[in-house]
């Protein structure tokens, strides 16, 4: 397509040529109008003042006798910028008059002609007499006296006909000119869209090819052009931020599955290498099936937390988090008093939350899990004694605008230091991993608190940590792009 | 028990009949939706195990079509999809039971049993097993001539144990039934609610009826038969 068929296909050049022809046919409309109508008044006053004089002369006709007509005839002749005179006999002679010239049979007929003549007084100009473009064109009427006379009077047409020559002329030119700026002017316009589209056009193609980093050019100027770009660019921008989410949890994901699956692997290795009664070969089976076990549960906490740091809320409704609290509490309870350890909970005002309920018990299900598995009992022998044992705290707080579930308990706690660290994917402060456990218990809970427009932050208990997941009121604010 | 498997994946259908035969239960496999459906049809099937994408015709459309045509065979969804919403998905298409994949054939086994026993069965007032009674509208257990005092959530998991008596019950079955949570608690809480459990209706009687089924989970039964 060549740069100027192009220009002719948009769609504004199409609106500049429909407005064109429109304003074109109007403003021709109207001048035709405006010069037939006022052809026409000058017409009928010239038919007037015709009548008028013709009345008036034959009056004096009637009063004088012809001798007094020409006499009137010829005083009204000699003004200048006067009406056409001419009054003759049956014969055709001239009796009074400023006419000459008149083409020969105009005053057999009575009434109305339009005919061409020459002024009498102009004749006598030397200058002008070789010129025949000086033969006028008149409006005249004949009437015939009684008596045999007859008499002429007409007005000059020329003035009529200036007039709308001028109109006419007026009305082309004025046509022309708004043809001309309004294709101009089109052109003008089509062509600056067509260069803010053509360059939307360009840096989407490069956003196609891959570039997500790539956005749309704004004019600044705030039209709806600017507005849809600005839409796109939003867009863009939170689509360019999932891609990257995305690509970052693929990356994280296959680097953490490598290091356990290597391991699986080098496990059965290791079993059909050395292994020579079935009794040991059962052993490494069970061994595998039981690391695959782990390995399905990393997974799906890491799919979990991908979904929840990517937005994917699923479900979200009204719960009670004072509810979780309870239940999560009663839950583990029996876990903890296994280890010794007092699990209570404090939740007995209701916390209204909105959200994923599964999502969040789970997030302070992983607190709890924490806090019992790194709170060591007192000691075998003092830790079944009422008061001595140590204390878990799960607490659902209402605090403003914001809703906490707090977990305390009295372990080791958290160095201030390597408190954001904790958080991230499989960091385990422990070194000896002497402990079960995946290392995203916590980062699952942060997740979570994020997706909920919340945080997960650890405190210092004095001793032991204090973990709080604190979630606004009213559930994750929608952000609009 | 005569079981269908409507599984696209060959290996995982031949390795589910296979299984499901060594136990004793006889198993077809259909490999996609369309010849799932059609052998699902017949009605002959005490449970169907859907998986969820299949090719021709997805699993969750099979199972509709199917209850829209009166067939109430239970139908456990197995599927890679493991999300709450997923599940939610499945159940309000008509499945029964949902598994996310990889699962366990343990797992698979309880759950497919205890659905091949819901179909059918009625809802008692009055649980028993052995001299064991739980008494669902009173709220009262009892074993022999002794009263039991259980709290609440120990009485719903009593209940769901007796209610598949002689059935194994997985612990992430018990997880969803009596918690009404779908997910992995990193440490085995079930256990240790078990172990309470047990401690007050088996302590002190010379029959136990709580029993740990290795690699799969628990079951309540009267061992004297």
Redesign the interface.
């Known amino acids: 397509m060549t740069a100027l068929g192009k220009l002719f296909r948009t769609t504004t050049f199409k609106l500049t040529l429909v407005y064109l022809t429109v304003f074109a046919l109007f403003a021709a409309f109207l001048l035709a109008y405006f010069a037939l109508n006022t052809r026409r008044l000058i017409t009928e006053q010239i038919t007037e003042t015709v009548d008028a004089e013709i009345t008036g002369l034959s009056e004096q006709y009637r009063l004088g006798g012809i001798r007094r007509l020409v006499i009137v005839v010829d005083a009204r002749a000699r003004r200048p910028g006067s009406s056409l005179y001419l009054v003759t006999t049956f014969a055709g002679e001239a009796l009074a008059g400023n006419v000459n010239a008149l083409q020969p049979g105009i005053l057999d007929n009575p009434g109305w002609t339009e005919t061409t003549y020459r002024r009498l007084d102009e004749a006598e100009q030397p200058e002008h007499a070789d010129h025949p473009e000086h033969e006028h064109l008149a409006l005249a009427r004949v009437f015939q006296l009684p008596g045999g006379f007859r008499l002429l009077v007409g007005r000059d047409l020329d003035e009529r006909e200036r007039l709308y020559h001028i109109i006419v002329d007026a009305g082309r030119w004025s046509i022309a000119i708004v043809l001309v700026l309004g294709l101009a002017g089109g052109l003008f316009v089509t062509r600056r869209v067509l260069r803010r589209v053509d360059a939307m056009t360009e840096t989407t193609k490069t956003i196609m090819a891959g570039d997500l980093g790539g956005r749309l050019p704004l004019a600044g100027t705030g039209d709806e052009i600017d507005r849809l770009a600005e839409n796109l660019n939003a867009m863009l921008e939170r689509i360019e931020a999932l891609m990257h989410g995305l690509k970052e949890v693929s990356d994280n994901i296959a680097h953490d599955l490598k290091t356990p699956l290597t391991r699986l692997r080098n496990r059965t290795e290791q079993a059909l290498r050395n292994a020579t009664s079935e009794a040991e070969y059962r052993a490494a089976l069970e061994a595998t099936i039981e690391e695959s076990d782990g390995l399905i549960a990393t997974f799906n906490a890491l799919l979990m937390i991908a979904r929840a740091e990517s937005g994917q809320s699923g479900d979200m409704r009204e719960f009670d988090a004072a509810e979780i609290a309870n239940d999560i509490g009663e839950l583990y309870e029996p876990l903890a008093e296994e280890k010794g350890i007092a699990l209570k909970v404090e939740a007995s005002d209701a916390a209204p939350v909105r959200g994923n309920r599964e999502l969040v018990s789970q997030a302070l299900a992983n607190l709890v899990d924490n806090a019992i598995k790194y709170t060591e009992p007192v000691g075998e022998a003092v830790n079944r004694a009422e008061g001595t044992m140590p204390e878990i705290v799960v607490r659902a707080l209402n605090a403003g605008d914001r809703i906490l579930l707090t977990v305390s308990d009295s372990g080791p706690g958290i160095a201030e230091a390597d408190r954001s660290r904790v958080v991230e994917r499989f960091v385990r402060l422990e070194q000896s991993r002497s402990k079960p456990g995946s290392g995203l218990g916590l980062s699952l809970a942060a997740a979570v608190a994020r997706l909920h427009g919340g945080e997960l932050t650890l405190e210092d208990n004095h001793p032991g940590l204090r973990s709080v997941i604190a979630l606004p009121r009213g559930g994750p604010v929608q952000s609009t792009g | 028990m005569r079981l269908l498997i409507i599984e696209d994946d060959r290996d995982a259908a031949d390795y589910l009949v296979k299984a499901f035969r060594e136990v004793g239960h006889i198993a077809d496999a259909a490999n996609d939706g369309e010849d799932g459906l059609a052998m699902a049809m017949d009605g002959q099937y005490d449970v169907l195990i859907v998986d969820r994408m299949l090719p021709k015709r997805d699993g969750l459309s099979v199972i509709g079509t199917l209850r829209t045509k009166n067939i109430e065979t239970p139908a456990l969804i197995l599927s890679a999809l493991?999300?709450?919403?997923d599940r939610?998905k499945g159940l309000r298409a008509g499945g029964d039971d949902y598994l996310?994949k990889?699962y366990?054939f343990s797992e698979l086994l309880a759950r497919v049993e205890v659905l091949a026993r819901r179909h059918g069965g009625r809802e008692e007032t009055v649980l028993r097993v052995g001299d064991l009674e739980l008494d669902r509208l009173s709220h009262q257990v009892r074993r022999g001539s002794e009263e039991i005092t259980l709290q609440p959530?120990e009485f719903r998991l009593l209940e769901y144990l007796m209610k598949h008596a002689s059935q194994v019950v997985t612990r992430t079955m018990l997880l969803e039934n009596v918690?009404d949570?779908?997910?992995?608690?990193?440490?085995n809480?079930i256990d240790?609610?078990i172990?309470?459990l047990r401690s007050k209706i088996d302590k002190g009687f010379s029959q136990p009826l709580l029993h740990t089924v290795r690699g799969a989970g628990y079951m309540i039964r009267d061992g004297a038969r």
């Open positions: 493991g999300q709450v919403d939610v996310p990889p366990s959530r918690w949570y779908h997910f992995d608690p990193q440490t809480v240790v609610h172990s309470r």
